[in-house]
């Protein structure tokens, strides 16, 4: 406990019985008994000295005892109860104001209680104005009424609300009003007129309400007083104990006042604490003024409360480590100018609430100091320096405590950090919500003298490095999740320190990685893979792929520089750093930056070759110079391999088909002829300069096929490569009737199996002019084949001027029916398409004489039916039965009818 208040006699031996009391300003009104109103003034002197003088005795206030005073400062009235009647006096006269009286006449003669709500507003212009709520009980109701500043009197509020039984006390709580009972206490909302049964008084004679504030109630049960909400719900988990219980209330932030049969009981609601008890004899009555002044009354005596030094108070509830109630005290005074030590009520909060912390952490209540660290703007290195070891010494060394700090092990440890890490995160959420411009932060010590750090960034690498050890010692599964942050601030050499202290080099490649200190990181991992005693994660390639994987094309000088020793080390895997599925479009390397680099490398041809295959193939990408190379490197990559091939046949043997070959030039060529068949965009007159006349023939056709040179790509299918079939499906392939070009490859193909002596004229002109067929015989068979299912597609004057003169005529039989056929069914189309448009001729030929066998005559009086002016020589138009109209003006009418 510890002394909140001193009490002073100032009335003393009254020759009346005090039944009520009112205090406003520095008056002091009595209600007496007998009826009269004694007005006091009460002047200070200086810490408890009271002058005291009686201003006014007012003998004809009321004929029976005077139970109940209200002043009202701001509106200059009083409220008073005397012999179940409520009056409206002047509060400077006490006389009577006989309409404002009048005006809840409705209860007179039968008020129990009543109960005032007094509100100071602000107006626009910042001017104070008083709002004025009243509610009576009389009988078995409660009347509401409130105050017309206009006319000076009450006004109703709404219809009278009935009770159950006859009210014996009444107090306001916003929109609500509690009434006590005799026996339980109810909450009635004035808007709904809803009604809640709360709970009963208990042992007691007398309900007892006080009001705590705008929004709380203490109600009494026996000796317990139990807080509510204007809903009429508890606020508090458990409720005030009294040493017996009181026949009065008061609070006066931040004490609860009782008053007990023996003596003043004093108290606090949260924390529940007893303040003070002050014995006086047989206190009754309580009251105070707005401003704090507070009186309790006997039967003929009267004290006054004098508060001690808020200082004073606050400096002995430190001292005495109560640092609870030393802000309760400093939350309610606030306001107050604070002396010497405290430079301002804010400060003086957080000073109070840093040395509660500090207490609690000191009592290893680890999670509330840090939760209440949370709450203020102490710099957040102090709250690490708690902790010996967290900090460089040097810097540790600059701060002050209230004590020394108690060093903790095992256990408390676990716990010291686990509350210290909530503490971070909270502190990192905030500094990551202010603003981008903000490079300093208002930060307060712990302990007043101490050097604090504003630096928003330094704050944040204290803060961040800090989370990194606890999360080492305690949980180093969040160590990686924490470096994988963008926005972590983590001290780059201390943390490297602590990472490889504890074997993190996993971790410390993600901290190099997320500072883009890449050439730090790859040379670790370079280090790293080659060595025995490493990390399992970290030997061999893979780590390194994904790291060079994830960089973007701004870093293409480190990609490259480390894909070396991959591609060295695994070719395949070192491909993937740049094929990588995952890689966005606006990710990738330029491609031709990658040729280039995969091209000096050894087998560079090969991954060239492979790395442009998943650009046009997986990629799609549309840009024609990758299609040729892709083409190059397939040539490249292929012609030794045929060289040899062809070199290794015994003498006299063909080489098996392109692509049949077996192994992986089987491969490759299969490859590169399904390529040539599916792609659009390769540049074929520029490619086919590079293939070798002396291998490659399915490819060389295929490009001279697409360059439209149909005759010397079905040259290499027929005389070179010997393979009809593929020939005639070249043929199906590129036949188009109403193409120039592409419209006599069948006849093209019939000169090659009809004059097989023409084409070695080819040969020597394609090749070279030693060049001999291997076969110049004709094929009849083969050319009747084309003939026969082909007929239509062969022009026969073409045709007819390649047969041979030895070639027997009777071969050419179905060929000559098939088109002397396909001849007469054209005819037959073109007469009956004759005949039909003859006859739609003739049809309109009709049309037209009918219309020209009507006629008119157009005279000097013909007039438009429309405007009703005359024809004349204007444009016009013959209507029905004859009539004319001018075509401007029967145009017109149509629109208007539309």
Avoid at 523 to 530: K, T, V
Wanted: charged share 25%; with cysteine.
């Amino acid at each position: 406990m510890h002394e909140a208040y001193q009490t002073t006699s100032i009335i003393d031996k009254l020759p009346y019985t005090i039944e009520s009391l009112a205090a406003y300003g520095n008056k002091l009104i009595v209600g007496a008994r007998n009826g009269y109103a004694l007005v006091y003034r009460v002047d200070s002197k200086g810490g408890s000295i009271y002058e005291v003088s009686l201003e006014q005795a007012c003998k004809t206030f009321s004929k029976k005892p005077v139970t109940q005073l209200e002043p009202v400062e701001g509106l200059d009235i009083l409220l008073s109860l005397s012999d179940g009647n409520v009056g409206v006096h002047e509060l400077g006269s006490l006389k009577i104001m006989p309409k404002a009286t009048e005006s809840i006449g409705a209860t007179k003669g039968a008020a129990s209680a009543f109960a005032a709500d007094v509100q100071v507003l602000k107006t626009l212009d910042n001017n104070k104005q008083w709002a004025l709520k009243l509610c009576i009980s009389a009988k078995k109701s409660v009347y509401l009424y409130y105050w017309k500043n206009s006319s000076e009197m009450f006004t109703e509020m709404s219809v009278k609300i009935p009770l159950q039984d006859i009210a014996k006390q009444l107090c306001w709580c916003k929109s609500s009003i509690c009434v006590g009972f005799k026996r339980e206490y109810y909450m009635i909302d004035i808007d709904s007129g809803e009604k809640k049964e709360l709970f009963p008084i208990g042992r007691n004679l007398d309900p007892l309400i006080t009001k705590v504030g705008e929004e709380s109630l203490t109600l009494n049960r026996d000796n317990i007083s139990i807080v509510i909400n204007h809903e009429g719900q508890p606020t508090q988990k458990h409720g005030i104990t009294w040493s017996e219980s009181p026949s009065a209330m008061l609070y006066r932030a931040p004490y609860l006042i009782g008053i007990l049969p023996r003596f003043i009981e004093i108290r606090t609601i949260e924390p529940r604490h007893m303040i003070q008890t002050l014995p006086l004899d047989r206190p009754r009555i309580l009251s105070h003024t707005r401003d704090g002044a507070l009186y309790v009354a006997s039967l003929n005596c009267v004290w006054r409360f004098t508060s001690l030094s808020v200082k004073m108070q606050i400096t002995e509830l430190i001292g005495n480590k109560e640092f609870e109630l030393a802000l309760l005290l400093s939350e309610s005074n606030r306001s107050e100018n604070l002396e010497s030590s405290f430079k301002g009520a804010e400060q003086q909060l957080n000073s109070i609430k840093n040395l509660h912390a500090f207490e609690l952490f000191s009592q290893k209540r680890f999670a509330d100091s840090m939760s209440k660290f949370a709450d203020l703007p102490t710099d957040p290195s102090h709250v690490i320096g708690l902790y010996s070891d967290l900090l460089p010494w040097e810097f540790r060394a600059r701060i002050q405590y209230p004590r020394e700090v108690e060093e903790y092990r095992g256990c408390d440890r676990e716990n010291a950090l686990g509350a210290l890490i909530d503490y971070l995160t909270v502190k990192r959420a905030e500094f990551s919500k202010l603003d981008k411009n903000e490079k300093e932060i208002h930060t307060e010590p712990l302990i007043e003298g101490s050097k604090t750090m504003r630096s928003r960034r330094q704050l944040s690498q204290i803060i961040d490095t800090t989370l990194l050890k606890c999360y080492l010692e305690i949980n180093d599964a969040l160590v990686a999740p924490l470096l994988r942050l963008k926005d972590n601030f983590c001290h780059i050499e201390e943390s490297e320190t602590v990472l490889r202290a504890n074997g993190k080099l996993d971790e410390l490649i993600i901290l190099y990685e997320t500072k883009q200190l890449h050439e730090k990181a790859l040379n670790l991992l370079l280090q790293q893979s080659q060595s025995t005693n490493a990390p399992s994660s970290l030997r061999g390639v893979e780590r390194t792929v994904d790291y060079l994987q994830k960089l973007d094309r701004t870093q293409s000088r480190i990609i490259f520089n480390y894909s070396v020793w991959v591609m060295k080390a695994d070719p395949e895997k070192g491909l993937s750093i740049f094929t990588d599925e995952l890689l966005e479009k606006e990710q990738r390397l330029p491609v031709e930056k990658v040729v280039s680099f995969l091209q000096n490398l050894e087998n560079g041809n090969k991954l060239v070759l492979q790395y442009l295959k998943h650009v046009v193939m997986e990629w799609q990408e549309a840009n024609s110079e990758y299609h040729d190379q892709l083409v190059n490197s397939y040539r490249e990559e292929i012609t030794p391999m045929l060289a040899e091939y062809i070199s290794s046949l015994p003498e006299g043997q063909s080489p098996a088909p392109a692509g049949s070959e077996g192994g992986e030039l089987g491969d490759l060529r299969a490859q590169l002829l399904h390529f040539l068949d599916v792609s659009k965009l390769y540049r074929a007159d520029r490619l086919i300069r590079h293939f070798p006349y002396e291998y490659f023939h399915e490819e060389r056709a295929v490009l001279l096929g697409r360059c439209g040179h149909h005759k010397q790509a079905l040259f290499i299918y027929v005389h070179i490569l010997q393979r009809m079939e593929m020939a005639e499906e070249y043929c199906r392939q590129y036949y188009k009737k109403d193409e120039p070009g592409d419209c006599d490859v069948y006849v093209h193909l019939l000169s090659y199996y009809l004059r097989p002596m023409d084409s070695l004229l080819d040969a020597r002109q394609l090749y070279s002019p030693n060049y001999d067929l291997r076969d110049t015989q004709q094929n009849h068979a083969a050319a009747l084949k084309i003939l026969k299912q082909h007929a239509g597609k062969v022009d026969s004057r073409k045709v007819l001027d390649l047969i041979p003169d030895d070639f027997p005529l009777s071969h050419l039989l179905p060929y000559l029916e098939s088109i002397i056929e396909k001849g007469e069914i054209q005819k037959r189309e073109n007469l009956v398409l004759r005949n039909l448009l003859h006859s739609e001729k003739l049809t309109i030929e009709r049309s037209r004489i009918m219309c020209e066998r009507v006629k008119f005559v157009v005279t000097e009086k013909s007039t438009c039916f429309v405007c009703q002016n005359k024809i004349s020589t204007s444009s016009f138009v013959r209507h029905s039965q004859n009539s004319l109209a001018h075509l401007s003006c029967l145009d017109s009418k149509v629109m208007d009818v539309g």
